[in-house]
């Protein structure tokens, strides 16, 4: 058995979109790691789309904004695969449609609707599954960094991240009363993915955050996916209700000397 012992463990992946994809990544780790691996993405579209990508896995559909769904999510993966040892939440959504905002002109249909698909599907997932959860089996939810939570061109999706790490202490909290299924968030900071290309102003927010890291590269999704892996193993058993923050350094680097040096203006220095 490998390090990980993720052998004859059945994990429920839920978000991949394409191959740049979080959801992606960790699925291929996990497969990787000897797991078997399930997929559930959001529409029979996205499932036609992803024919060549999940060819000859176990893919279901399932539209996590509509609590219906994601009950016969559950009844159908019990049906086809018993108890499962876990599950990935790779899901997000945001409607920029009318372009970027301040935070104070969000829109309350916006907002409230990419909360219930971003944040708290989890709560109707996690309640959805407790019956088809092993008792030692772990939640792994795909967060942002701190850092990042507070850049402007995030918009109203940093306070719905925050709630979403908040979420899963409370999961983990609720869960313990009478199982030992863990909770835990990956906090990773900026990702070169297709769905943060849609994200106004990003690319510079990703080359900036680049600067900011020890190493002066960015994060590489394949180390948020093997944070994932290791999450959903039983080698993190003492993690839980926690946020793993992977960032490369970039959130305790503020004062990086090349940083300081491009930023301050020539008529700036010496000034107090």
Same mark, same amino acid.
């Given at each position: 058995m490998s390090f990980l012992g993720l052998e004859n463990k059945t994990v429920l992946v839920m978000g991949v979109a394409n191959r740049k994809s979080v959801a992606w990544f960790a699925s291929k780790t996990l497969e990787e790691a000897g797991a078997t691996v399930i997929?559930?993405?959001?529409?029979?579209?996205r499932k036609e789309t992803s024919t $060549?990508?999940? #060819?000859?896995?176990?893919?279901?559909?399932?539209?996590?904004?509509? @609590?219906?769904?994601?009950k016969a999510l559950a009844a159908d993966v019990a049906r086809d695969h018993g108890k499962i040892d876990g599950i990935v939440h790779s899901i997000a959504f945001a409607n920029y449609s009318d372009g970027f905002k301040p935070f104070h002109e969000t829109k309350r249909e916006d907002y409230l609707q990419a909360t219930a698909i971003s944040s708290f599907s989890l709560v109707e997932i996690s309640n959805a599954f407790k019956p088809v959860l092993n008792?030692?089996?772990s939640v792994v939810a795909i967060s942002i960094s701190s850092l990042t939570i507070t850049a402007e061109n995030y918009g109203y999706m940093s306070p719905i991240k925050a709630s979403l790490d908040?979420?899963?202490?409370?999961?983990? $909290?609720?869960? #313990?009363?009478?199982?030992?299924?863990?909770?835990?968030?990956?906090? @990773?900071?900026?990702?070169k993915t297709s769905a943060s290309a849609g994200i106004p102003g990003y690319l510079?927010?990703?080359l900036y955050s680049e600067k900011l890291t020890f190493r002066k590269e960015a994060l590489h999704t394949q180390e948020v996916a093997n944070a994932v892996a290791f999450l959903i193993s039983n080698r993190s058993s003492g993690m839980n209700g926690t946020?793993?923050?992977?960032?490369?350094?970039m959130g305790i680097n503020y004062f990086d000397e090349e940083v300081v040096r491009l930023t301050m203006r020539p008529e700036d220095k010496g000034k107090v």
């Amino acid at each position: 058995m490998s390090f990980l012992g993720l052998e004859n463990k059945t994990v429920l992946v839920m978000g991949v979109a394409n191959r740049k994809s979080v959801a992606w990544f960790a699925s291929k780790t996990l497969e990787e790691a000897g797991a078997t691996v399930i997929y559930s993405v959001r529409s029979e579209a996205r499932k036609e789309t992803s024919t $060549k990508l999940l #060819s000859g896995k176990s893919v279901y559909v399932c539209d996590v904004e509509h @609590p219906e769904d994601v009950k016969a999510l559950a009844a159908d993966v019990a049906r086809d695969h018993g108890k499962i040892d876990g599950i990935v939440h790779s899901i997000a959504f945001a409607n920029y449609s009318d372009g970027f905002k301040p935070f104070h002109e969000t829109k309350r249909e916006d907002y409230l609707q990419a909360t219930a698909i971003s944040s708290f599907s989890l709560v109707e997932i996690s309640n959805a599954f407790k019956p088809v959860l092993n008792d030692d089996a772990s939640v792994v939810a795909i967060s942002i960094s701190s850092l990042t939570i507070t850049a402007e061109n995030y918009g109203y999706m940093s306070p719905i991240k925050a709630s979403l790490d908040s979420s899963v202490r409370y999961l983990a $909290k609720s869960f #313990s009363k009478d199982t030992r299924v863990r909770f835990n968030t990956v906090n @990773p900071g900026t990702l070169k993915t297709s769905a943060s290309a849609g994200i106004p102003g990003y690319l510079e927010s990703y080359l900036y955050s680049e600067k900011l890291t020890f190493r002066k590269e960015a994060l590489h999704t394949q180390e948020v996916a093997n944070a994932v892996a290791f999450l959903i193993s039983n080698r993190s058993s003492g993690m839980n209700g926690t946020s793993l923050v992977m960032d490369a350094g970039m959130g305790i680097n503020y004062f990086d000397e090349e940083v300081v040096r491009l930023t301050m203006r020539p008529e700036d220095k010496g000034k107090v």
